[in-house]
């Protein structure tokens, strides 16, 4: 016999052994006013199907019955799926979760997914990390008064007392109606190392009532959690003071390293032909960069080291409306903007605009505080329920605090002198992207410059449009944007050898490897455009216009009846949401998005390259969810090296097998890992159970980085914790920093990456050999 948790009911039941890729098993169902049952695994029955999916799995014998859960990685999915006979109805339960018990003895931690299906067919997903040997209770919760409010935050703190571990939303919050349950999911993904859990007692639970202050004082005078205690977690100024004195005395006892050049390429390893600049080759079946000095280099780096990101909404908006005038000439996106403190004017207009908002802070300076200097304004946002408003970087406050300020901002100074030593003493070779251009003219740490063109030129959308809809390359105003954005970025490098290249733009938009529509999105909306309205769908017409002389040729190849050209032009035709193309049209449709993305990356190309010719344009940083076969092929053709943002646990050959094909030097532009063992809602995209575990985890990644002979490196996302109540731009409130809000380090993790570092040129070229 087991008890069920917070449960009226003891239920027991026999089980069946499931293994092998389909196999299907069914059970009763029971339920209680409080507690509907779908397994404890103690007797079969036969009200749902259960269906395996790349994954072993068995029922065993520990104190109980347990289902043992035995996953692949050498797949992308590996899990189960349970579907009901009939929908599990949950109305009666009122706010309620899905609540289970799992238990991971294993050698290694796991990053649990469970996505569930509601009656309108839309589907929830939450994951969460287990270290090893930890037993617990995971809930999901699916309806609640609490879970209904937009706060803006990736996530939010638990709104009600219990034990049970809180599953965390990955990718956006969706309003589903859970009023019914069609499908539940339990899964790893893209598992580098071999891992296993057991799981029981599945059931739906009335939650216990919520607080409806649940928000309220979230965050300390620090922008620490209010609610966790951990140990790097400060109490006074006089604590972060000490704790900065003993950091910067022990900087200061730093030497170089023997093995690194002055551009921290391979002193020890061979010396190729210099150039002056970072740049290129393959050596011995192993792509590389080689530095200035012709040393072998691997640009192994923390990403987004600036301010810019660092604020949060206060919920204190405005009334002064010129506060949120912009400049049509800026090429400075929004979130990438720094702090703007001269806000003295507006701030006589000031009011409460989001009262929640205001309330999880319990400190935030009067306006009359030597620290208020450390407020901003955003004119925009890109998720949530606040558009525009005040912000506040408890971070440069931190900084002020720990170094004082004995001149105007002399405690940023500070702050780029630390950090450049803590660059060279964790043993990175480079900066990532989205460096602070105050770093640009450091002759220490080699970095990445970048930049966005952004502007009034066309655009179209290929259906999954995450952080905007794409350029239209096509566009003469888009042109224009390239050049003035490569001319601004050219001013800041000044030619610099310490920069290795440039990144232009990020995760865009480019469609995806799933259906028709979505991979030819883009090539669709154009399609559906009048001509005169689209530079693209103008070019496209052409295009087809000289395959096709006539409109009954181009009806007969695509099995279509469109009546006339001008019909095509002048009205578009609709296809975004058909789903019946034929070969033919499938073949013109990658044809034409292979035109429209050689041709953005032609465009920035030779913007770039005609200020910027001894650099290295290195590309757009796709990602695995929205790129398409044609954007890489493109990318190629134009850019000297292919960046990808790519969030799992490491680089796995079920996604990676590409770069054989596409054999050209390949970097990762992000990649993170994150715990909510230091109080943040949302520990990342990337599930660790704690800063240890955190640790282990990136030694894993870098490990398949360097060992992938395509790879030129990766870089950490991000070197500064995002703050509690999220950064202003979309609510990102991840514990991914190497340091704190506080601008104290993780000591796992630089700890892990000293480890990673000291034999990083010999693991990843040790066995290249003088030419």
Known sequence: ???????????????????????????????????????????????????????????????????????????????????????????????????????????????????????DKQVQRRTIGLTTKEHATLYFELNSQTLNVDTGLRDTPPSFE????????????????????????IYTE???????????????????????????????????????????????????????????????????RPDRSKFGGWKLGPKLTATGFFRTEKVNGKWALVDPEGYLFFSSGIANARMANTTTFTGIDYRDDSVRKRDPDDVTPEDSKGLNSNLSEYQKSAYTAYPQRRAMFNWLPEYNDKLANHYSYKRSSHLG??????????????????????????????????TLKRMQDWGFTSFGNWTDASFYNNQQVPYFANGWIIGDFKRLSSGFDYWGAMPDPFDPEFVKRAKITTEVIAQEVQNNPWCIGVFIDNEMSWGGEGSTTLRYGIVLDALSKKTADSPTKSVFSDMLKQKYKTISQLNQAWQRSIQSWELFDNTGVNYKNDSHFNDAMIADLSWLLTRFSDEYFKVVNHSLKSVLPNHLYMGARFTSWGTSPEARWSAKKYADVISYNYYREGLDPMTWDILKELDMPTIIGEFHIGSGDTGHPNPGIIHAANQSDRADMYKTYMKTVIDNPYLIGAHWFQYIDSPITGRAYDGENYNVGFVTTTDIPYPELVEAAKQVHKSLYQNRYGDVKSK
Request: hydrophobic share 40%; proline share 4%.
């Open 1 to 119: 016999m087991k008890k069920i948790i917070r449960c009226l009911s003891v239920f027991v039941y026999s089980a069946l052994v499931l293994s092998g890729e389909g196999a299907a098993r069914e059970f009763d169902l029971q339920h209680d006013s409080k507690t509907i049952l779908i397994d404890d695994f103690e007797h079969a029955s036969n009200s749902y199907t259960l269906t395996n999916k790349n994954i072993a799995t068995q029922v065993i014998q520990n104190k109980s019955k347990v289902l043992q859960l035995t996953f692949s990685n050498k797949h992308e999915f590996s899990g189960i799926i349970i579907k009901p006979n009939e929908p599990w109805e949950l109305s009666s339960l009122g706010s309620n979760a899905l609540f289970f018990d799992v238990a991971n003895d294993g050698d290694f931690p796991v990053m649990l997914s469970v996505n569930i299906t509601g009656k």
């Open 385 to 418: 329920p606040i558009q525009h408003g005040e912000v506040f970087s408890f971070y440069q406050a931190n900084l002020e605090r720990r170094y004082g300020q004995q001149y105007p901002g002399s405690y940023i100074d500070k702050w780029r002198e630390v």
């Open 190 to 256: 893209t598992q580098i190392n071999p891992t296993a859990v057991t799981i029981d007692n599945l059931r739906f639970e009335t939650i216990p009532d919520e607080n409806p202050e649940f928000l309220a004082n979230i965050v300390d005078q620090f922008g620490q959690s209010t609610q966790f205690n951990y140990p790097l977690k400060v109490s006074s100024e006089q604590q972060l003071r000490a704790i900065a004195k003993k950091e910067i005395n022990e900087l200061s006892k730093i030497t170089p």
């Open 162 to 185: 219990t034990t049970a571990r809180k599953m965390i939303l990955r990718g956006a919050k969706l309003n589903v109606d859970f009023s019914q349950v069609e499908i539940i999911a």
